[in-house]
């Protein structure tokens, strides 16, 4: 089941996410194994939280590049998904959160199986964050290691962006 920890109940999905409202509960919310889709991004890849700070992805075929190895984008995603969940719930109501940067490191590989990819807040005030993950596979093998910054900011200013922009 979804985390009750913090003042959020759902993740963000960093940058897209900060412009609109937090959902009220993921899609999928009720499934025995967890939320898994917020957006086509993550229901693309495959991507299932365990908690706000963990999730993970079974590789299928669709995510293996013309080499025929785990493609960096989909590891990628897991890491910004992963590291803007585990803000998004340390975070008040009228914040909003954005990918500043993500530094990544390519261990090695995997070609099948299910990956898992844990996150923590490193450090946090008023306007950015710093956190590191880390992905393995299901036999627990590093995979990925990753630091990240992220934007904290007023989400009334997403709000006069959208006013401007007519939306």
Partial sequence: MWPQSGTRRAPCTVALRAMAPAPEEPRDAGRPDGPRSLDGVSSFMGLRWV????????????????????????????????????????????EGIATVSISINYVQTALSGELSCRSRVDR????????????????????????????????????????????
């Avoid at 013309?66 to 897991?78: F, K």
Wanted: proline share 3%; net charge neutral.
């Fill in 51 to 94: 908690g706000a700070d963990e999730l993970r992805m079974q590789i299928r075929p669709e995510l293996l590049n013309g080499g025929g190895i785990l493609s960096g984008v989909a590891t990628y995603a897991m890491v910004d998904y992963c590291m803007g969940s585990t803000l998004w719930v340390q975070t008040a109501p009228e």
């Fill in 124 to 167: 946090r005030n008023r306007t950015i964050a710093v956190l590191s993950s880390e992905v393995r596979s299901e036999e627990g093998a590093l995979l990925v290691t990753a630091i990240g910054s992220y934007s904290i900011f007023p989400r009334e200013r997403i709000e006069r962006l959208r006013q401007r922009a007519g939306l």
